[in-house]
């Protein structure tokens, strides 16, 4: 069957999000969440265990033979997205990542080699207790700048007492109560994934600050800390591959999940709320926004299922359209949520709405993997990737290099050049300053005659992203939600 033609969940499937959503619903309401985010560990392991036993969440992609419930990643997709329209910040998504990888040290391949047998003896040991729920994993596999790599900073050396880690790993979600690590490593020049437990000698799990309170993410750090090898080479390689595909893959389905909560909301509130004796939602304005972010939705939720979808049947393309799943769906959900704020008024940001609780899950969640920026530099697209003259993108934290993007700041270096672009008469060149490259040319009715490089930047770097209707519409707005506003507004 094809990729296109299995779109459409199953009745299971609907019936999994259905009962699951009632569930969260009924256990976590808004004063619940608040009270497991301003306490340790930042859930409920109570109804963290619930969930494990009587919905199988914890061993959603773990094969039955460890005691899981052998789905699809279309299956898991569906999981992901009701946890993120309830805004669950339980470590689900860390355990998952962490079996995956632990399945590819269980294959004959892996454990053929003397050094991997007892990586697969600790995968089979380790599998079927994060399959229960009993015990919670986590990947460590990305680098400073928040992108996954094979090489993120950490050295393992092999002594006559087995390996040994050397090294921190950055933005490692739910280490703070994890059981087990998976950790990407350097083996010399050989990359390799390694097994640490926790409460291990030299291993160290320090908090970082993050603007989302509802998922913790934490730096670890190695010291001569003892690890078993479960994969090494090109196994290790598309281990980790695999691993950041299923978190892109669960990421977009949360986004989507979150989406649909500010649409709901956000609808409700313009309906209830009235203005000069009418309801908001009768103004136009407000039904744009609205419709803009139903749209939003539809196209974040249709990303992320084709992506499940590819995944699950094993197509070429999975890991593409992954990248773009994560990238469509982070920067929906990050402007849907700034909509649903405005939408509140006043009130919006403030910390009694939950309003700003999505906001903040939205902005973090699109750069725990390096952030928009490194899904395009992925993609292969040059157009779409900022360039920063004389700054190394890699030492950038994720997001600080999308959030530098100032006037003009971001583009190549204009080289030598006098101000009014002339070559001086004896040959020589005058270095372009930086107030003279953020110079801002006149804002006249020549200010578009330039041409795509003197737009402004935000335009420039999302050419190329815009939808089909709006590309042909020449970017501006779109005819087909004419007639959902129409309808919108006829309702009130």
């Not at 391949?109 to 229960?132: C, F, I, N, Q, Y």
């Not at 934290?397 to 971001?410: Q, T």
Request: net charge positive; proline share 6%.
């Amino acid at each position: 069957m094809a990729t296109r033609d299995s779109l459409a969940l199953t009745d299971d499937q609907r019936a999994l999000r259905d009962s699951l959503r009632g569930f969260l619903a009924g256990q976590l309401p808004s004063a619940a969440l608040r009270a497991m985010i301003g306490a340790d560990p930042g859930y409920r392991p109570g109804l963290h265990a619930r969930l494990a036993s009587e919905f199988g969440l914890a061993g959603l992609t773990v094969p039955e033979e460890f005691g899981g419930r052998g789905l699809s990643q279309a299956d898991a997709g569906v999981v992901h997205a009701e946890l993120g329209h309830a805004l669950y910040p339980g470590p689900f998504l860390p355990s998952a990542l962490a079996a995956g990888v632990l399945l590819a040290a269980t294959g004959d391949a892996a454990a053929s080699g003397p050094m991997t047998a007892d990586g697969a003896a600790a995968a089979k040991r380790w599998l079927p207790l994060l399959a229960d729920g009993s015990v919670t994993g986590t990947v460590a596999a990305a680098a400073r700048d928040g992108r996954w790599t094979s090489d993120p900073g950490v050295r393992a050396h092999l002594t006559p007492h087995g390996w040994r880690l050397y090294g921190s790993c950055w933005y490692v979600v739910g280490a703070h109560v994890a059981g087990i690590a998976v950790v990407s490593a350097r083996a010399g020049s050989v990359p390799a994934m390694f097994a640490v437990e926790a409460g291990a000698p030299g291993f160290r799990v320090t908090a970082q600050r993050s603007l989302d309170l509802t998922r913790r993410v934490s730096m670890t750090t190695f010291d001569a800390t003892p690890a078993v090898l479960l994969v090494q080479d090109g196994q290790a390689v598309a281990a980790l591959e695999r691993a950041e595909r299923d978190f892109l893959l669960a990421t977009a389905a949360e986004a989507a999940g979150g989406i649909s909560w500010c649409l709901d909301t956000a609808v409700l509130y313009a309906k209830d709320r009235e203005q000069s004796g009418r309801p908001t939602g009768s103004f136009r304005a407000v039904a744009h926004a609205c419709v803009e972010m139903l749209e939003s939705f539809q196209e974040a939720e249709a990303a992320a299922r084709y992506a499940a979808v590819a995944a699950a049947a094993g197509d070429a393309e999975a890991t593409t359209a992954a990248r773009v799943a994560a990238l469509r769906a982070g920067q929906a959900y990050r402007t849907v949520t700034e909509a649903a704020t405005h939408l509140f008024g006043g009130v919006g940001s403030s910390w009694e709405q939950d309003t700003q609780l999505y906001y903040r899950r939205a902005w973090t969640a699109e750069r725990l993997s390096g952030g928009p920026q490194a899904h395009r530099a992925a993609l292969g697209d040059p157009r779409l990737v900022p360039e920063f003259p004389g700054r190394d993108r890699g030492n950038l934290a994720p997001g600080r290099a999308f959030l530098r993007c100032g006037k003009r700041a971001h583009e190549p270096a204009a080289g030598y050049r006098r101000r009014d672009g002339r070559q001086p008469p004896d040959g020589r060149r005058r270095r372009t300053t930086t107030a003279t490259r953020r110079r801002e040319p006149p804002r006249g009715a020549d200010w578009r005659e330039g041409g795509a490089d003197r737009r402004r930047p935000a335009a420039r770097l999302t050419r190329g992203l815009r939808r089909p209707a709006e590309r042909a519409a020449g970017g501006e707005r779109r005819p087909a939600a004419h007639g959902l506003v129409a309808a919108w507004v006829r309702f009130f």
